[in-house]
C-alpha cells in the first residue's frame, strides 16, 4: 500500500497470486469487484469526516454546476493495472483537505454589479485551515478498507469455484 497525500492506492499483487488458477479476464473482474468494494468504504469513511467536520458540504457547492462538495470525493478506477483509487482532488474538497495560505486580491475592482463596494489590490481574503477528514478517514479505518477487501474477495473466490466444480 503506498499513500501520496490525496489519494490512497491499494496494490492488488497479493490478490494476483491467489488468482493464478482463474482465467485471466474473470482474475480482473474479481480483482477490481474487491478493491473497489474496499474503495467504497473509504469513500464512505470520507464523506463522513467531512459531514462531521464540515456539516454545510451537502449545501456547499462542489467542482461542476449542480454537484455538492461532498459529491466530489469520488472513486477512480484503472483496469489496466488493477488500481482503485479514492479521489478528494476536485476544487474545494483539495483545499479543505490540505488547507491553503493567505489568499489576497490580485488587482483592483471598483464598484459595479459584480462588486458591491471598490476592492483595492492586496486586500486579504483569510485562508482555509486544513480539516484532514481524508487522512484522518485513511488511518483511523484502513483495518475496515482491507477487511472489505478481503471479505469481497473471498466472497467472490467461493462464488467463482462453486460454480466451476
Same mark, same amino acid.
Given at each position: 500500500m503506498s499513500n501520496d497525500g490525496l489519494n490512497h492506492i491499494i496494490d492488488s499483487t497479493?490478490?494476483?497470486?491467489? *488468482? #493464478? =488458477? *482463474?482465467? &485471466?479476464?474473470?482474475?480482473? @473482474?474479481i480483482i477490481m469487484e474487491s478493491l473497489t468494494a474496499g474503495a467504497k468504504v473509504l469513500q464512505q469513511y470520507t464523506r463522513d469526516n467531512l459531514l462531521r467536520k464540515m456539516p454545510k458540504a451537502? &449545501? =456547499?457547492?462542489? &467542482?461542476?454546476?449542480?454537484r455538492k462538495m %461532498?459529491?466530489?470525493? !469520488?472513486? %477512480?478506477?484503472d483496469k489496466d493495472f488493477n488500481l482503485v483509487m479514492v479521489s478528494v482532488l476536485n476544487y474545494l474538497t483539495k483545499?479543505? @483537505?490540505m488547507g491553503t495560505d493567505n489568499r489576497y486580491l490580485k488587482e483592483t475592482h471598483k464598484a459595479d454589479d459584480k462588486h !458591491?463596494?471598490?476592492y483595492k489590490k492586496g486586500e486579504a481574503r483569510g485562508a482555509i485551515k486544513p480539516l484532514r477528514f481524508f487522512r484522518e478517514a485513511r488511518e483511523t479505518h484502513i483495518d475496515d478498507v482491507v477487511n472489505a477487501i478481503t471479505d469481497k474477495f473471498l466472497e *467472490?473466490? #467461493?462464488k467463482e469455484f462453486k460454480e466451476t466444480t
Open positions: 497479493l490478490l494476483d497470486k491467489r *488468482l #493464478n =488458477a *482463474l482465467i &485471466s479476464r474473470r482474475q480482473r @473482474e451537502t &449545501s =456547499a457547492p462542489g &467542482s461542476k454546476k449542480g %461532498v459529491d466530489d470525493i !469520488h472513486i %477512480v478506477k483545499w479543505y @483537505e !458591491h463596494r471598490t *467472490l473466490l #467461493n
